[in-house]
């Protein structure tokens, strides 16, 4: 029995504007509103205009929300400052990844715990289980708030235009209450494309009317409404993990590359936390026997990889993409790939990817395939 697409405070603008639509997460949400290769470039040299409402908030206040966090998530959320936000992960007892997040601290006892579409239910149960026994509420506040974020190098003078938040002191990661465009928002500096920019978290009904101003205000900067299918690639060449690609319940923190968002020295809880076991034999596991790493692939040709292609190299199957696409910035087709650590240098030659029956050469990179210039 089918279930009905969630819509945001925004998607009759949407319409409006000819957006293609999409399911994304339960959610119908903007896939485009021209050219994806367009409202790339836009954001990369200019700025473009995201509609995030489909995000998962959930607040955390009390005497112990920090404790709390402290044990559900991996990360050391009781040493975050008031107005900082923190990128950490919820893992399960196996260590197996259930979410990567953004928590922002509110205040003294107040946090908000920002998930993934797809995952927002799951982390909301588990933090909820987890919280018993702890002075603290749980709150799911997702249809509490509408998310627009405005990204790209133009993003601080549009949005400067229109607030008069101090956001020459914002910092990357921190975030702080002010009024923009009339409209009461938390203003957060952080984002998912590698480029500077906001988020702007207000209530649903006023919505429209700070994205209209947005656009109003931006329009001489060049900045362009975007969808789902550009803020991808955006991440994709800034190396930006995504949740059931890089990420999955299968793979720790560890296995990830990510090992250091796990922080075993918190001394909240007698330092136990949701997963540590689990995680402290992967870290011991990751020293001596590395697992598979994630690595940058970049096409030699034109043909595009795919999630679930094979990598290869001397006739064996040495890793598999995770992620892929073409590269409007780098004008070649790119790829996230776990491959055996034999394999993970930068420029490792006899590198392949498997598509279709054809192994297509790739070279080898580093990630991010992108980054910023400051």
């Not at 205040?107 to 799951?122: K, L, R």
């Not at 923009?180 to 957060?188: C, F, S, T």
């Not at 995680?279 to 034109?302: D, F, M, Q, S």
């Amino acid at each position: 029995m089918s279930t009905a697409l969630r819509h945001t405070a925004l998607d009759a603008l949407h319409r409006s504007l000819g957006a293609t639509m999409t399911d994304f997460a339960g959610w119908d949400m903007p896939l485009r509103y021209g050219s994806e290769r367009d409202e790339h470039n836009a954001v990369r040299t200019r700025a473009g205009l995201f509609d995030l409402s489909h995000m998962g908030e959930i607040t955390v206040t009390g005497p112990q929300a920090a404790a709390l966090l402290d044990y559900a998530l991996v990360g050391n959320i009781g040493t975050v400052g008031t107005g900082r936000a923190r990128y950490t992960m919820i893992c399960r007892e196996d260590g197996g990844i259930l979410d990567d997040l953004i928590v922002y601290r509110l205040g003294d006892t107040e946090y908000m715990v920002v998930a993934n579409a797809d995952n927002a239910q799951i982390v909301l149960d588990a933090i909820t289980e987890r919280a018993d026994g702890f002075d603290a509420e749980v709150r799911d506040d997702r249809d509490a708030y509408a998310l627009i974020a405005v990204q790209g190098p133009e993003s601080p003078g549009i949005l400067k235009s229109v607030t008069d938040a101090g956001l020459d002191g914002l910092k990357y990661y921190a975030g702080l209450p002010g009024t923009v465009a009339g409209v009461p928002a938390l203003i957060a500096r952080t984002g998912y494309t590698g480029e500077d920019g906001f988020e702007l978290f207000v209530e649903p009904r006023h919505a429209e009317g700070l994205w209209r101003a947005l656009t109003g205000a931006g329009e001489a900067a060049g900045l362009v409404p975007c969808g789902l299918a550009c803020r991808d690639t955006l991440r994709l060449e800034a190396g930006m993990p995504l949740y059931g690609h890089e990420l999955t319940t299968a793979l720790t923190p560890f296995d990830a590359g990510l090992g250091r968002v796990v922080k075993f020295e918190k001394t909240s809880n007698d330092g136990r936390f949701v997963g540590r076991e689990a995680l402290a034999t992967a870290a011991k596991r990751a020293e001596t026997a590395p697992p598979r790493r994630l690595v940058g692939l970049i096409a030699e040709g034109r043909r595009v990889p795919r999630a679930g292609y094979e990598v290869v190299a001397g006739g064996r199957v040495i890793g598999e993409v995770t992620s892929g696409a073409p590269s409007p910035t780098l004008g070649r087709p790119i790829a996230i790939a776990y491959v055996d650590a034999a394999h993970a240098a930068p420029g490792t030659e006899g590198v392949g990817v498997d598509i279709r029956g054809t192994h297509e050469p790739y070279e080898v990179v580093a990630l991010p395939f992108y980054r910023r210039r400051k």
